[in-house]
């Protein structure tokens, strides 16, 4: 049981930490009691976070988005993805110490490699979602790098084919995914595309440059998702043309 209140797991890794992170900052700014699934490579998830239980009023959180401020003295039941980045904006340093990984990256990234994040059709994913080769050739030509760093779910995937065409070395990191995360997180310069896996390795590096394409999943919404970090200037938002 959650801080008197369960999450029920979504997804993979990338999922699943959107919902420990909001549900953590929930637990600890009402006092409430944190019983909440742990996440392999991430040991301060194992943290007891300790408060009130409540059997009722029970709150249920579904879908994105809620009111974090009406939760206190509630059982909160959560069986959404709650990937909006407002809810944790203001606790991001207490995010990353959370999220500690116990994973080093299994290759030196260097400050001039440009370390791209392409999800394919791993797990039923929409590949539609992704931007066309064309797109990742335009930003390639507008970026300052020596080397390319690619991490992706399906190297044999032929979308991949354009990269052998292209005027620079490039290193597949064909690494399990916990050291493909590890190796995005030490990167200097990132090139996201729309997953939350590679969202949250970008997020908790300290990466000066962070290219973030205008494009499904990544452009904010409403009430839906938003993982715009609208606070931090490394965030470089480009747009197809």
């Not at 990338?14 to 900052?25: E, I, L």
């Not at 579904?62 to 709650?82: K, P, T």
Request: glycine share 4%.
């Amino acid at each position: 049981m959650l801080f008197r209140s369960n999450v029920h797991k979504l997804g993979t890794l990338g999922n699943n930490m959107w919902q420990y992170a909001v549900a953590r900052v929930i637990a600890e700014k009402h006092n409430l009691k944190l019983n909440c699934y742990s996440i392999p490579g991430f040991p301060n998830t194992e943290q007891v976070v300790d408060g009130n239980e409540h059997d009722s009023p029970v709150v249920r959180i579904e879908g994105h988005s809620f009111d974090i401020n009406s939760l206190a003295n509630s059982r909160v039941e959560m069986a959404g993805y709650v990937q909006r980045y407002e809810y944790i904006r203001e606790h991001k340093e207490k995010v990353k110490e959370w999220f500690q990984l116990d994973v080093e990256s299994p290759m030196e990234v260097l400050p001039t490699d440009f370390v791209v994040s392409i999800r394919r059709g791993w797990n039923g994913y929409p590949t539609d979602l992704c931007p066309p080769k064309e797109y990742f050739q335009e930003v390639f030509s507008h970026v300052e790098h020596d080397r390319i760093i690619l991490c992706t779910d399906s190297f044999d995937d032929p979308f991949f084919d354009f990269i052998n065409d292209l005027d620079v070395e490039v290193v597949k990191a064909q690494f399990s995914p916990l050291e493909q995360f590890a190796l995005i997180k030490s990167a200097n310069k990132i090139l996201l595309t729309s997953s939350t896996y590679c969202w949250w390795a970008a997020f908790l590096s300290n990466a000066e440059e962070i290219y973030y394409p205008w494009k499904a999943d990544l452009i904010p919404t409403e009430s839906g998702v938003n993982w715009f970090v609208d606070d931090e200037d490394r965030y470089i938002v480009i747009r197809e043309d």
